[in-house]
């Protein structure tokens, strides 16, 4: 029997979005450091070895977040040197319903990794594509199938539509919906 198994789907879920926030605390540390010109990527890369070493979580689970992370960083990125707008809009949702210190890690993680996210090319549109059983930062997302709204509060895993069980999401950004192009 696998941890997987033995936790159930919601111990799995929740180990899998306590794997990434610790990812991004790492992340943030790493990007912070004085005197060490750190690289987003490299960042995720030691972030997700230092989870696989303390047991944290398997190869696949950390390669997976380290993943969802690497697009959530990117598209947080895009938006806000897009917009010029707050983390708060790429959120559309108000902070007082989130966790105060994932705002904080988010933006200082955005902030120290400016210059290098804005060097991606990639549309808002693809970036804000999310699918359910993914690991993601908190935010509102549409289902592409029917445009029910599923808002997390928390890092956590995106279910499937509770209206139609579309597993098509796109990220909301503030009063914006996702554009038809």
Not at 94 to 114: H, L, N, P, T
């Amino acid at each position: 029997m696998t941890k997987k198994d033995e936790q159930g789907p919601e111990g799995h879920d929740e180990r899998l979005a306590h794997g990434y926030n610790r990812m991004l605390e790492r992340v943030r540390g790493l990007l912070a450091r004085p005197g060490e010109p750190s690289r987003l990527q490299h960042a995720i890369e030691i972030a997700k070895e230092r989870a696989q070493e303390v047991g944290e979580l398997t190869r696949e689970e950390a390669e997976r977040i380290a993943a969802y992370m690497h697009r959530d960083l990117l598209d947080a990125g895009n938006y806000l040197s897009s917009t010029g707008k707050a983390i708060d809009d790429w959120l559309s949702f108000e902070w007082a319903y989130a966790e105060d210190w994932i705002k904080e890690m988010f933006s200082k993680v955005v902030d120290q990794s400016r210059v290098e996210l804005e060097q991606f090319t990639r549309t808002p549109r693809k970036l804000g594509e999310r699918y359910s059983g993914e690991v993601t930062a908190p935010g509102v997302f549409v289902c592409d199938r029917c445009g029910h709204e599923l808002t997390l509060t928390r890092t956590g895993h995106i279910p499937p539509c509770a209206h139609c069980h579309g597993t098509v999401f796109w990220r909301r950004y503030g009063a914006e919906t996702p554009d038809e192009s």
